[in-house]
């Protein structure tokens, strides 16, 4: 998998870097993000029912599965294939993401599945092209002259980026808005600062620079702290300004589409706390990652009395 891997944008720099990135930027247009909205609402109301009181997972099954579901809707991938989807990113997140790489060829044979899946998707696509976010992504990338390889390495580096943070982002607020702030732990930006769901980002350094009294010497590896910064940003009380999406040309591609999952789903979760929503039994469980923390388990009780509030 590691030829695969380093065909990917986020370890690709210069001119190869910004003809991928164009082509993300094909799949995630203002347009085609917006277009989602009504569906991810539906959704959002069809994980979190207000209406039919009882206890629910919010981690596996609204957490995880609501960004996996809105990324099958774009790309347009039969929701009868996100849970091979769905192990497949785990897998590639494990290869690729925080202070581990992993050798497990289990992990492997998983994303190497993912990945032959996303090439026969790419060439399916091309043969039969529509309006789905993979139609789109095939015909930007053959503008662009990218080989096959490259074309379904960036879908995968796509479908794995778009829901690996997200899962960590929402339940890590909900948890945040039961314990101890409420529905104010439902503002975006303000969420995104709280949790930088990605902690943290690596550089090659291409020159000597002093950063903060600290000299960095060309070729020295950096690991650029986001939730850092976040942090002094949050503690300043100006925490609308934030780096959960990194900065500069690696800034993430899906910023608008986790914005707009983002305060589709609070609204919904603000509407399950109004009602009553709580954390039930001890059950919270970390996933112990380093840059992408996210809770595996987060028992909560949908109250039983009211409609939500919309529907008031
Ligand atoms: C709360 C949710 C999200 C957070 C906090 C987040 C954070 C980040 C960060 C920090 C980077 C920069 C990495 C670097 O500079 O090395 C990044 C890159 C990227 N993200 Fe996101 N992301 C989120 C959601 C998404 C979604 C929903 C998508 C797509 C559907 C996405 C697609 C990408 C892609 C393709 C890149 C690579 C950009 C490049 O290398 O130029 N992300 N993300």
């Known amino acids: 998998m590691d030829a695969v891997v380093a065909r990917m944008m986020l370890l ?29 609402r539906e959704l959002a109301a069809e994980l ?13 099954e609204v957490a995880k599965e609501f960004p996996l579901r809105v990324l099958g809707k774009l790309l347009g991938i039969d929701e009868s294939d996100l849970d091979m989807v769905l192990a497949g990113s785990d897998a590639i997140t494990a290869i690729v993401s925080g202070l581990d790489h992993t050798v497990d060829p289990e992990i492997h044979r998983r994303a190497r599945t993912l990945y032959e899946y996303a090439l026969r998707l790419v060439r399916e696509r091309r043969e039969k092209s529509g309006e789905d976010g993979i139609s789109a992504l095939v015909r930007a990338a053959d503008e662009e002259g990218l080989d096959d390889v ?40 303000r969420a995104l600062a709280q949790v930088t769901p990605s902690r943290f980002v690596g550089r090659v350094a291409t020159a000597d620079i002093e950063v903060g009294g600290c000299r960095i010497r060309a070729g020295d590896k950096v690991l650029v702290l986001l939730a850092a910064a976040n942090w002094r940003s949050n503690s300043s009380g100006k925490g609308a300004r934030h780096l959960a999406f990194g900065y500069g040309r690696h800034r993430c591609a899906g910023a608008a589409m986790a914005e707009l999952e983002g305060s589709v789903m609070f609204e919904r979760m ?37 409609a939500p509030l919309s529907d008031r």
Do not use: C, Y
């Not at 979190?48 to 596996?60: E, K, N, T």
């Open 48 to 60: 979190l029912p207000l209406d039919r009181p009882g206890d629910l997972d919010f981690v596996a």
């Open 150 to 189: 490259d074309t379904a390495s960036n879908l995968v580096m796509l479908i794995a980026s778009g829901h690996q943070t997200m899962p960590g982002f929402l339940s890590i607020s909900m948890h945040n808005a039961l314990t101890s702030q409420g529905t104010s732990a439902f503002e975006v930006d």
């Open 270 to 306: 603000a509407e399950a706390v109004h009602a009553g929503a709580r954390l039930v039994g001890t059950g919270l469980e970390w996933n112990g990652d380093a840059n992408l923390p996210s809770l595996t388990k987060l028992p909560i009780r949908i109250a039983r009395s009211t």
């Open 12 to 40: 690709r720099d210069g001119s190869e870097h910004l003809r991928l990135k164009r082509v993300a930027r094909a799949v995630l247009s203002p347009q085609r993000i917006q277009a989602l909205e009504p569906s991810m």
